[in-house]
C-alpha cells in the first residue's frame, strides 16, 4: 500500500521559515508530479506549488518568491521551504503525488501537517 506522510509543520512567528517533507513509500515504480495544497477551514483546498519528476517547478503567485518546492527521487521525497511566514500562509498543507505502483497509476494525498504563524 502507498502512502504519503508529512512532517515539519507547526508554530512560528511572521517572518519565520519552515521546512515541510514529504516521504512516499510503499511499492512504488515511479512518481510523476509532486506538490503541496493548503486548506483553511472554510475554503478550498489550494495549490502552493508542484514539481515535476525533472525538476519543473510552478507557484501560486502569493508564495512565489519566499517559497521553494524541491524533491530527492531517490527516496521518493518531497519538501517545501517556506521563508518570510506571513500569517495569511497558516492552513493544513497537504502533500500530493501522482505515483505508479502495483495498484496501477493514481493520486495520493498525505493526511497534511499543520503550519501557523502568528503575527
Known amino acids: 500500500q502507498v502512502q504519503l506522510v508529512e512532517s515539519g509543520g507547526g508554530l512560528v512567528q511572521a517572518g519565520g521559515s519552515l521546512r515541510l517533507s514529504c516521504l512516499a513509500s510503499?511499492?512504488?515504480?515511479?512518481?510523476?508530479?509532486m506538490a503541496w495544497y493548503r486548506q483553511t477551514p472554510g475554503k478550498q483546498r489550494e495549490l502552493v506549488a508542484s514539481?515535476?519528476?525533472?525538476?519543473?517547478?510552478n507557484y501560486a503567485d502569493s508564495v512565489k518568491g519566499r517559497f521553494t518546492i524541491s524533491r530527492d527521487n531517490v527516496k521518493n521525497t518531497v519538501y517545501l521551504e517556506m521563508n518570510s511566514l506571513k500569517p495569511e500562509d497558516t492552513a493544513v498543507h497537504y502533500c500530493n503525488a501522482e505515483i505508479y505502483s502495483d495498484w496501477g497509476l493514481r493520486a495520493y494525498w498525505g493526511q497534511g501537517t499543520r503550519v501557523s504563524v502568528s503575527s
Open positions: 514539481i515535476t519528476r525533472d525538476g519543473n517547478t
Open positions: 510503499g511499492r512504488i515504480f515511479t512518481i510523476n508530479d
